[in-house]
């Protein structure tokens, strides 16, 4: 394999003399710049190892505040930018997804968006979720929506699992409208974690029946298949 100085003095030499002097780097086109930046990476001049740095294994992606609009939004197009970007690529150079999760939780309703994405984009690439912290309320269905085998969570990390939080004031039946909405996504919520954990419609019924804030072990989660390993 050519060193980078052979190869800087053979794209150089065929447009001019060589000289003692280092050639400028306006002096070498764009695609012959990329040459060289793909080559340097594989060899350098004395024939050693290359200490340039290697690409990560996965893409990284973190949600470290509320599940709120602007940040799910930020999140669903990496997520969906990233499956476009693989979609083409080889079994073999397609990376997976490492996505870091501490959150209170927030709306339900952005909540339902990320998961959806995630869904469709775990179709194509392994999606590997990694609880750190807090993983609460709307954090609990983004955790678990992991490739299977893949949801990571940290020994100290809690989790907590309630009721879905609504609230409306007026008109007896707009508070009655409201009401509906809230049990069809408490409903949803609940359909959800038993597509993705071990958890029955009657045991999650039971838990979010108690009106107050379930708290969860790591172990726990384990257990009831939110998350596959602990680290």
Do not use: W
């Amino acid at each position: 394999m050519k060193s980078l100085k052979d190869l800087v003095e053979s794209l150089i030499g065929s447009r001019q003399q060589k000289t003692k002097e280092i050639p400028q780097i306006t002096a070498i086109t764009e695609d012959e710049l990329r040459e060289l930046i793909n080559a340097g990476g594989a060899s350098v001049a004395d024939g050693g190892e290359s200490d340039s740095p290697k690409e990560p294994s996965a893409h990284l992606l973190g949600l470290f505040s509320a599940v709120e609009e602007e940040k799910i939004a930020e999140l669903a197009h990496a997520f969906l930018v990233l499956q476009e970007y693989t979609r083409n690529k080889k079994s073999a150079d397609q990376k997976p997804i490492d996505f870091y999760i501490s959150t209170y939780g927030g709306s339900a309703d952005d909540m339902f968006a990320l998961y959806d994405v995630m869904r469709i984009v775990k179709k194509d690439l392994t999606i590997r979720t990694v609880g750190l912290g807090k993983v609460m309320s709307a954090g609990v269905l983004l955790l678990a929506a992991g490739t299977n085998g893949e949801r990571k969570i940290a020994k100290n990390c809690r989790v907590m699992i309630h009721s879905v939080i609504g609230g409306n004031q007026g008109a007896i039946h707009n508070m009655l409208n409201e009401m509906e909405a809230i049990e069809q996504l408490q409903q949803m919520f609940i359909d959800c974690l038993v597509e993705e954990t071990k958890m029955t419609k009657i045991q999650l019924r039971e838990m979010l029946d108690r009106k107050v804030n379930v708290y969860l072990s790591a172990e726990e989660a384990v257990e009831l298949g939110i998350a596959d390993i602990i680290i």
